[in-house]
């Protein structure tokens, strides 16, 4: 069985993909991206809770890394075009993880994501939000649609912690887009110095 | 412009009211106002994030958000900002 890395959000999908990989046997371990101010206290309280009830399912360590992502935000806001925000905010999601994954000894990257659930989940975001790492990404929730992950979520025991009150993400822009071109987004990532943001991520991680 | 009365947004932990009619804010001179008063202010260019009791976020388009599930605090914070705001 091989060891993976796995973007945990605190919604519905990620712990229901987590759970598959740790059924089949694989080692993992969690990152969360800490989204304040853009957010509140509550994705990370739902990620604590949903590794708290899967360590005792599967009776794995599954470390837990937290790190800032708010500092992130804010640069891209500030410097880029808002519309593919979504992406570029995904990239370094991914960047971060796959640092993680070196750290780690791991050599796959998780999410919980299925196609077009949202804006960022279009195949050409994917494509372009994913062209920023070179681990393989390996996605179990794929081909679900929204009512077969929450009937497993319901049957594991995560939904209830996943719909508990949470504040959105307020840095989504009123528009984003769902084409986005990998031209353009590396012309939009030459506005911002994306090598000294990441190490500032890496620098403050944190492991729970 | 008058701003609408607070509605619960749809994640249940924080209120959102809206101006009417939609219009844009000038973001630095909130800013500057809100940190005169001794505010500590999150500028992300698009919006501002004012650290009062509570987290409260400014749009430019004018939406104000406010980071708590409690109505009557919500009330008190919204008319806080729009008392610093100036709107």
């Known amino acids: ?208 | 412009m008058t701003y609408s009365s607070l509605r619960l947004c749809s994640g249940r932990a924080a209120y959102e009211s809206v101006p009417t009619p939609r219009r844009s804010l000038d973001l630095a001179k909130i800013r500057h106002r809100l940190e005169a008063d001794g505010v500590v202010v999150v500028d992300a260019r698009v919006l501002l994030i004012a650290r009062l009791e509570r987290e409260v976020t400014i749009a430019r388009d004018g939406r104000i958000l406010i980071k708590s599930a409690d109505a009557r605090e919500a009330e008190r914070l919204l008319a806080q900002v729009l008392s610093l705001v100036g709107t």
């Open chain 1, 1 to 208: 069985m091989a060891h993976g890395v796995m973007l945990m959000s605190g919604g519905i999908d990620s712990p229901v993909s987590l759970h598959y990989l740790l059924r089949q046997g694989h080692e993992m371990t969690a990152v969360h991206m800490d989204n304040r101010p853009f957010t509140d206290d509550s994705p990370l309280e739902k990620v604590l809770d949903h590794l708290q009830l899967l360590r005792a399912r599967y009776q794995q360590r599954l470390p837990l890394y937290v790190l800032p992502h708010g500092p992130t935000q804010i640069a891209l806001m500030r410097n880029t075009d808002r519309h593919v925000g979504c992406v570029l905010c995904r990239r370094f999601m991914w960047r971060s993880a796959e640092k993680i994954a070196e750290r780690e000894g791991a050599t796959f990257l998780a999410t919980g994501e299925a196609l077009g659930q949202v804006a960022s989940q279009t195949l050409a975001n994917m494509r372009s939000a994913t062209a920023a790492v070179e681990l393989p990404i390996v996605r179990p929730l794929i081909g679900f649609d929204k009512q077969e992950i929450e009937a497993v979520a319901k049957e594991i025991g995560t939904y209830g912690i996943s719909t508990r009150p949470g504040l959105c993400c307020q840095a989504v822009p009123d528009r984003p887009a769902t084409r986005s071109s990998l031209v353009q987004i590396l012309h939009e990532e030459e506005r911002i110095d994306v090598d000294a943001i990441l190490d500032e991520v890496i620098r403050h991680a944190t492991v729970m």
